[in-house]
């Protein structure tokens, strides 16, 4: 009979071994192993979290952001936000919000967030009472720029794609923006400039309110 007392550590792919090393420390986690040759294998810790990293597949891209993922499950997600934020600006000078490495902002009341590290690997922050089902394209019981705020929520906090946020949210915009409440309208705008900023689309982002 197996016992109930499993660990599992994931193993990601590094492209940049300073540079993982740099990042994971500014987190708060400590180096536990670290070897280069004759072969890679890097080992971290914090608290209860580790993360083991070798020496990436052939044609791997950090930059596809498709190297791999590890989810990390937590009672709050606000606090750990708060702290790895302190320690990436400490560490940077800044909070990197764009490129490698990075941490996805955290909105009131989220369920989750997620560090990209250098090599393009996603630590998903989760909270464990976060709800099962999501609703794709926003809630049903929402229309217009609400329903739009809504789908940009999940795209971002969920699918980790700023990019297809902001395609919704500027064709709600030039869609709904017109008859939307003040509130509304001006939480949209809002949205929008935070993305364009994080994509470098301000040029669009005006020709998109100078339409409003």
């Known amino acids: 009979m197996t016992s109930a007392n499993e660990t ?9 071994v300073d540079e993982t090393v740099e990042f994971l420390e500014a987190l708060g986690f400590e180096v536990t192993y670290r070897q280069t040759r004759p072969y890679l294998y890097l080992a971290f810790g914090r608290g209860g979290v580790h993360l083991h990293y070798a020496k990436p597949p052939q044609g791997h891209d950090p930059a596809a952001e498709d190297g791999g993922a590890c989810l990390v499950f937590v009672d709050r997600v ?3 936000h708060a702290e ?3 320690g990436l600006k400490e560490r940077y000078g800044r909070v990197p919000s764009a490129g490698l490495p990075r941490i996805t902002r955290y909105r009131e009341g989220a369920s989750r967030f997620t560090l990209v590290d250098p090599s393009g690997n996603s630590l ?4 464990r009472d976060e709800p099962m089902e999501l609703e794709y394209g926003g809630s049903s019981e929402l229309t217009g720029v609400a329903k739009a705020l809504d789908n940009a929520r999940i ?3 969920f699918k980790n794609d700023d990019r297809a946020a902001f395609r919704a949210l500027c064709s709600a915009y030039r869609r709904h923006a017109a ?6 309208r001006a939480a949209v ?5 935070d993305l364009a900023g994080r994509l470098g689309e301000e040029e669009k982002l005006a020709a998109v309110l100078g339409e409003g």
């Not at 599992?8 to 940049?16: Q, R, Y």
């Not at 008859?179 to 509304?184: D, I, P, T, V």
């Open 179 to 184: 008859g939307a409440e003040a509130e509304l």
């Open 78 to 80: 606000a606090p750990y």
């Open 155 to 157: 795209l971002v906090e």
């Open 8 to 16: 599992t550590v994931p193993i990601l792919p590094c492209a940049a």
């Open 84 to 86: 790895f934020k302190a």
């Open 189 to 193: 705008v809002a949205e929008l400039t």
């Open 124 to 127: 998903i922050f989760v909270q």
